[in-house]
């Protein structure tokens, strides 16, 4: 069984920054892409960035410039680096891996979610 266990979420004014983390645990042969999405109440979550094996990324319109998504292979972890953050980034984020637990058995794995809240 494989998880994923975030930390970093909290309050900050508008133009400040915070630091997401998280980490895989258990039974991982290989994880192929880890990513961060955050989720409003009512609304779909949305994707906002995701790094793939190679360190290649993908982010969302709205955090480009704004947002880093790094990763440590070492450790399995994957973080969001998030500054200049704004009243709308307010969301519950969570942390995605798409993680192979054997050379054939791939798993979509979600953390339970950390909340970020900006606002002064």
């Known amino acids: 069984q494989v998880q994923l266990m975030e930390s970093g979420g909290g309050l900050v004014q508008p133009g400040g920054s915070l630091s997401l983390s998280c980490a895989a645990s258990?039974?991982?042969?290989?994880?192929?892409?880890m990513g961060w999405y955050r989720q409003a109440p009512g609304q779909q979550r949305e994707l906002v960035a995701t790094i793939n094996a190679g360190g290649g990324t993908n982010y969302a319109d709205s955090v480009k410039g704004r947002f880093t998504i790094s990763r440590d292979n070492a450790k399995n972890t994957v973080y969001l680096q998030m500054n200049s953050l704004k009243p709308e980034d307010t969301d519950l984020y969570y942390c995605?891996?798409?993680?192979?637990?054997?050379?054939?058995?791939?798993?979509?794995?979600w953390g339970q979610g950390t909340q970020v809240t900006v606002s002064s």
């Open positions: 995605n891996g798409r993680i192979y637990s054997s050379p054939t058995s791939w798993h979509d794995v």
């Open positions: 258990g039974s991982i042969f290989a994880i192929v892409a």
